[in-house]
């Protein structure tokens, strides 16, 4: 994949570029038009320069597979995709009005008109609930309301869908999101209870409604752990005249503990049209955060986001086991990459409904400072990434029981077996290099996965000659594979 750069006038796949409406670190936006299409579109095009984050192009991969998914009056339409072998893009529906981001010019807003606003978000959030999907990313720029009133909520980027792989969980460590309005357990690394969107949805009307974010905008890990055990001030507390049900409503959102928030979305949008119905408790009253002894309690007391009591909004593969094949791409047409997918394809064969994770590490420099792109101007991340989904292709498996990862990291040992600990990876398959000057110094990178890996472990390897009891003579097993388990 050449390196490209989106201008306006351009054709991309029938596409022509229009005006440039967004420019960010991670994508650009475009307005597009089509000969055979009258509707105003978008077109989304992830940064692929020197220096672009890989968290950005996993999340465009994320989207590309979601928002196809998905559909209703709180989803822009989803129209096309590119393939990131040759354009990776995303044309959508150009939803019509301006984002909930243009409001933090008035705040702070009437409490009636933040309640409507929470209502409508609370109801396309059930609505994308229901369809799988987690957003993770709820805040102001990520909201906007169509002329015919509903909600609609863009960019699925961090988003996690119950029936997919979970390329940011799998990939990355550090939690992903919006500071201030990251639930609990996300900050934790928990990415798949729907109430996170909710304690998002509570950040917000808290923000609208008094013009102070509950939690501040920490730009620390340690920061953003403080909302596990510091309460925020009650809206009481900066606005005396708040109503007592909307306190009672924003302050159950932003409960710690996933269980204590409302159990769906539509719950929520029902007590914030119908204020008169909302069952008081001693949270509309206070006036105070709570104290430091309750607070140093909460500190050292069980975690409240810890994951047995963190739901899901579906159940769907829970059980499937994965399989993660780590693929040298120097030989990705070699016959130790056919040799890979033959091994791949029997595991397969006695588990229908296992996973296969497509990993490559693309090694970085202790010291030194590595560059993104190659001698050819292409990004390195997604050439690899390209390179792996034509290594699977043949394997022919459906969307969401296949993955590919592009792993960053000093030593491609370690980068695999941090992959499979913190996935909960079953079977690892990989190939062993032939005998070399390098690896007797320094062992192979299969032994060593081998012998600390927390699964079963699967090593095939070429063999050009074999020997018979004729002598040495050629070898019609184009490889053999032994299995640590």
Known sequence: MGKRRIRPGDTVDGYVIGKLIHSGGMATIWEVSHPDLDMPMLMKAPVLNEGADPAAIVGFEMEQMILPRLVGPHIPKFIAAGDFMVQPYIVMEQVPGEPLLKCLKRLPLPYDEVAALGAKVAVALDSLHSQHVVHLD?????????????????????????????????????????????????????????????????VLMYFFATGTRPFGDPQRLSGLKRRLWWDPPPPRALRPDFPHWFQEIILRCLEVNPAWRYPTGAQLAFELMNPDQVKLTGRSKRLNRDSFTTVLKRRFSEDPTAPSRIGTVASFGTNAPIIAVAIDLTEISGPLAVALRVTVAQILASLPGARVACLNVLKQGVITIDTTLDDEGRNKHVQRLVEL?????????????????????????????????????????????????????????????????????????????????????????????????
């Open 138 to 202: 709820v805040k102001p720029s990520n909201i906007m309301i169509r002329p015919t009133g509903e909600a609609v909520l863009i960019d699925y980027g961090l988003s996690h869908h119950d029936e997919l792989p979970d390329l940011m969980a799998e990939q990355f460590r550090l939690p992903y999101g919006t500071a201030p309005y990251m639930a609990p357990e996300q900050v934790m690394g928990h990415r798949s209870d729907p109430r996170s969107d909710q304690f998002a949805l509570g």
């Open 389 to 485: 989904k034509h290594w699977a292709e043949p394997l022919n498996l459906e969307e969401g029981r296949v993955s590919f990862h592009v792993l960053e990291a000093p030593h491609a040992a370690t980068a695999i077996l941090r992959y499979a600990r913190a996935n909960f990876v079953d079977h690892i398959v990989m190939g062993a290099r032939a005998s070399s000057a390098r690896r007797t110094l320094l062992g192979s990178v299969s032994g060593e996965v081998a012998t600390h890996a927390p699964c079963t472990v699967t090593v095939v390897r070429t063999r050009r000659y074999q020997r018979t009891e004729y002598g040495e003579g050629p070898n019609e097993r184009s490889e053999d594979s032994w299995t640590v388990g």
